[in-house]
């Protein structure tokens, strides 16, 4: 066969990037601002990321600068050893709230990380209510270590209920246990307040129900996500650390922020038990804990009342709940924002 036939066609030239056919200005004028452009795109965008959990903990301060004031000076003149004892309490719930995610996901997560995003997370709940904030940073962590999106929300839902329902296991219990549950009695609702309560809720479960019914592109996500969740839900309960860590972060959440709130009480002379305390806080959070404000407002001025029902004098038990909420969730915001903003910036978010 001929050099030259038709079938033996010669190849053509290899280009190498150096080659002058593709080194025209053209090609090296558009090569060189395409990746600048997409870098200075992208900064401004992550600039204001990181400095929007700083700005929103500033605003915030500003703006409630009465309570803040207020708080520090009722704390200043408490016992410091009570409120030491508080604030190590306060650092146990970030670690309980780490257990339970790592419980509740069968992957394993870098311990470090995974506690800097629930101490990071606090943060996020004062702009967010209902816990969505907390929901949403640790989405994003779950998202950033690779787990895929059906898995991670699936965990975040067993997260969830666990918490829920080891919050009204501890309640049952001290209720059984305490002597004082009668005075409880009179801040439940009556019947003409529950029917409504439970229409509403039946109503909202039953038009879910038919929107993923009948809306056919929620189907398929819907049922993607209950089958994540039910496989992650038998995967984990296969394994005794991971329900260790579930049912035993969830269950010494709710007590070390009740002992908090205890420890608050002392030091400042609440004059109340530390079971009426604990069982107080149990029974406010259970209550009203799904009510959408941001920062706890709503399981606030239930805990003062419920305070109040239980023996305590309305302004030992105001100053109780402020000392409280300024020791557990005001103290560690600005920190917290930083660490929120330390882990955008480094990705980890």
């Known amino acids: 066969m001929s050099p030259l036939s038709p079938l033996s066609r010669p190849s053509p030239p ?35 990321l990181c400095l929007a959990p700083l700005l929103l903990a500033a605003g915030w301060a500003v703006a409630n600068r009465s309570v ?7 704390l200043v003149a408490a016992d410091p050893w009570w409120l030491l004892a508080g604030a190590g309490l ?8 780490a257990c339970a995610r790592q419980g509740a996901l069968p992957d394993p997560l870098p311990p470090g990380l995974l506690l800097a995003s629930q101490f990071a997370a606090g943060a996020a709940n004062h702009v967010l209510p209902g ?12 998202r950033g270590r690779g787990v895929p999106l059906e898995r991670a929300t699936a965990s975040i839902g067993l997260y969830s209920l666990a918490r829920s329902s ?18 409880l009695g009179d801040l439940v609702p009556d019947g003409r307040l529950l029917l409504p ?18 809306v056919r ?7 993607g996500l209950l089958r994540s969740a039910l496989a992650d839900a038998r995967e984990v309960h296969r394994r005794p650390r991971r329900v260790l860590a579930l049912w035993g972060g969830a269950a010494v959440l709710p007590l070390a922020q009740a002992g908090t709130l205890a420890c608050v009480g002392a030091a400042l002379g609440l004059g109340l038990p530390w079971q009426h305390v604990v069982l107080a806080h149990l029974a406010a959070g259970t209550a009203v804990g799904a009510v959408p404000a941001p920062g706890g407002l709503a399981v606030d001025a239930a805990l003062v009342w419920t305070l ?7 302004t030992a038990a105001t100053a109780t709940v402020l000392g409280y909420r300024l020791l557990f969730d005001w103290l560690p915001l600005v920190p917290g924002a930083v660490v929120l903003s330390a882990l955008i910036r480094a990705r980890v978010l």
């Open 14 to 48: 290899s280009v190498s990037p150096s080659s002058p056919s593709l080194s025209g200005p053209e090609t090296a004028c558009a090569g060189a601002a395409a990746r600048p452009v997409s870098r200075g795109a992208g900064r401004p965008v992550r600039l204001a």
């Open 197 to 214: 309560l439970a229409a509403g809720a039946a109503g909202a479960v039953a038009v879910a129900a038919v929107l993923v019914t009948v």
């Open 90 to 97: 306060t650092c146990l719930t970030w670690v309980a709230a």
């Open 308 to 314: 109040v029902a239980l023996g305590s004098s309305p």
């Open 68 to 74: 803040m004031d207020e708080g520090v000076r009722r």
């Open 131 to 142: 816990g969505l904030g907390a929901h949403a940073v640790t989405l994003r962590f779950l």
């Open 217 to 223: 592109p929620l189907r398929r996500p819907v049922a």
């Open 166 to 183: 080891a919050k009204a296991l501890v309640l049952l219990a001290f209720l059984a246990a305490s002597p004082d549950r009668r005075r």
